[in-house]
C-alpha cells in the first residue's frame, strides 16, 4: 500500500494569513491527489483532487501542487471558517490511503 | 443537495454482527460507486470497501476482507455494510462516500455512524 505522511500535524495560523501542508507519497502517485476537510457534525468536504484540481464549490483561496511523491495544499488569507482538520488522501491506485491529518487552529 | 445518510450503528460486543446503511438523495445512485471508510477514534480515515454502480465488483481492505460484506439497492438508493465477527479494533465512526466510475477519491460523505466494539 502507498503510505501517505502528512506534516505539520498542528499548525496554528491567524485569520488573513496563508499556510501550506506538505503531503508525501511513499512511491510515484503521479498527479492523482485529493485534499479534504473534516469539521464536527458536518459531512467531509472534497476540495482538490487530481493535485490541482478544484471540486466545484471549494473557494480560489485554496490551491494545490505537485506531483510523483510530493504535494502541498495552499490555503491564502485564511477565513475563520477555514479551521479545521485536513487529510490527503492517494488516488492513484487500490487500496486509497490517507495522510495522519493536520489540525489548523487559530493561533 | 447530494446527500448520504448512514444509520445502525452501535454498541456491540466482540464477536457479534451488524450492518450498516446508507441512504443517498439528491443524485442518480444507480450511477456512481460507493465507498466504506472509517475512522477510529483520534485516528485517521481508513478506506474499508468499494461496491460498483451495478455491483459488478466489490473490493475489500485487508483488515476487513473475509469479514465485512458491502451490497447496495439501487431500488431503495441504499447502500449496505454487513460486518460479521466485530472486533475492538472495528470500533471507528463509519462513513459512506459516493465516488466517480475508474476514479478512487470520494466526492460526497456522510456525517458518519459509530460503531463501539466492547464486552
Known amino acids: 500500500d502507498v503510505q501517505m505522511t502528512q506534516s505539520p500535524s498542528n499548525l496554528p495560523a491567524s485569520p488573513g494569513e496563508s499556510v501550506s501542508i506538505n503531503c508525501k507519497a511513499s512511491k510515484s502517485i503521479s498527479k492523482y491527489l485529493a485534499w479534504y476537510q473534516q469539521k464536527p457534525g458536518k459531512p467531509n468536504k472534497l476540495l482538490i483532487y487530481s493535485g490541482s484540481t478544484l471540486q466545484s464549490g471549494t473557494p480560489s483561496r485554496f490551491s494545490g501542487s505537485g506531483s510523483g511523491t510530493d504535494f502541498t495544499l495552499t490555503i491564502r488569507n485564511l477565513e475563520p471558517e477555514d479551521f479545521g482538520l485536513y487529510y490527503c488522501?492517494?488516488?492513484?491506485?487500490?487500496?486509497?490511503?490517507f495522510g495522519s491529518g493536520t489540525k489548523l487552529e487559530i493561533k | 443537495e447530494v446527500q448520504l445518510v448512514e444509520s445502525g450503528g452501535g454498541l456491540e460486543q466482540p464477536g457479534s454482527s451488524l450492518k450498516l446503511s446508507c441512504v443517498v438523495s439528491g443524485i442518480t445512485f444507480s450511477g456512481y460507486n460507493m465507498h466504506w471508510v472509517r475512522q477510529a477514534p483520534k485516528k485517521g480515515l481508513e478506506w474499508i470497501a468499494l461496491i460498483y454502480y451495478d455491483s459488478s465488483n466489490k473490493y475489500y481492505a485487508d483488515s476487513v476482507r473475509g469479514r465485512f460484506t458491502i451490497s447496495r439497492d439501487n431500488s431503495k438508493n441504499t447502500l449496505y455494510l454487513e460486518m460479521n465477527s466485530l472486533r475492538s479494533e472495528d470500533t471507528a465512526m463509519y462513513y459512506c462516500?459516493?465516488?466517480?466510475?475508474?476514479?478512487?477519491?470520494?466526492?460526497?460523505w456522510g456525517q458518519g455512524t459509530l460503531v463501539t466494539v466492547s464486552s
Open positions: 462516500a459516493l465516488g466517480y466510475k475508474g476514479i478512487a477519491f470520494f466526492a460526497h
Open positions: 488522501q492517494q488516488h492513484n491506485e487500490y487500496p486509497p490511503t
